[in-house]
């Protein structure tokens, strides 16, 4: 794909991943990743399907050279990334601002953040403490409750990243790795069991 003409043709997955991956997308990004971000591209309308599967980057004028392609998928990444079924594509090229990526959150309308509730509380019905000597069925629901705000975020981004190309495979990959870049690392803490904590 160096020749001026053969940008100007369809390319199979295997050429455009390769191209992506010198120099256009971060290098952290593998073959894998590559593809399904391709595929998520054309649901984008940045690269059009020859039905035969080929791709074609779109906005392409006669006899673009190497340095013009560039240019015109920064343009359309750039316009893209500002509307809405864009969000996903700051997080799969370089960024020029040196800013941190944005973290990924629930919305604030999400019924299960708003209504977690700790089992070391008191209860405000009947002003009695509940016991911190848990059984082993309500350590694993106070986990499960802790996980669901992670999991309503996982369904809902891989929900809004499907389309006709991007698999549900595809966007699970996607996902892993957006959380990846953004996800905070936390100090490892020992780990206690808490149904004995209380006898110490």
Not at 45 to 64: H, Q, R, V, Y
Not at 109 to 124: I, Q
Not at 143 to 157: M, T, Y
């Amino acid at each position: 794909m160096d020749s001026r003409e053969a940008f100007n043709l369809p390319h199979t997955t295997g050429q455009w991943v390769q191209w992506l991956q010198d120099g256009i997308i971060n290098p952290d990004l593998g073959t894998e990743e590559t593809r399904s971000i391709l595929h998520h591209l054309a649901d984008l309308e940045i690269f059009k399907s020859d039905g035969e599967g080929a791709w074609k980057l779109s906005g392409l004028e006669p006899n673009c050279t190497g340095k013009d392609v560039r240019l015109i998928l920064q343009e359309l990444l750039t316009e893209v990334s500002a509307a809405e079924q864009g969000f996903a594509l700051i997080y799969f090229f370089p960024r020029d601002d040196g800013l941190p990526l944005p973290l990924l959150q629930v919305s604030e309308g999400s019924s299960t953040a708003s209504k977690k509730k700790s089992l070391f509380a008191k209860s405000k019905a009947s002003g009695v403490e509940v016991s911190s000597d848990l059984s082993n069925l309500q350590i694993v629901k106070k986990w499960g409750n802790q996980l669901r705000p992670f999991l309503d975020l996982e369904q809902k981004i891989i929900a809004r990243l499907k389309g006709e190309y991007t698999t549900r495979e595809d966007a699970q990959r996607l996902f892993s790795y957006i959380l990846d870049k953004t996800r905070k690392k936390a100090s490892p803490k020992q780990w206690e069991q808490l149904s004995r904590k209380r006898h110490r």
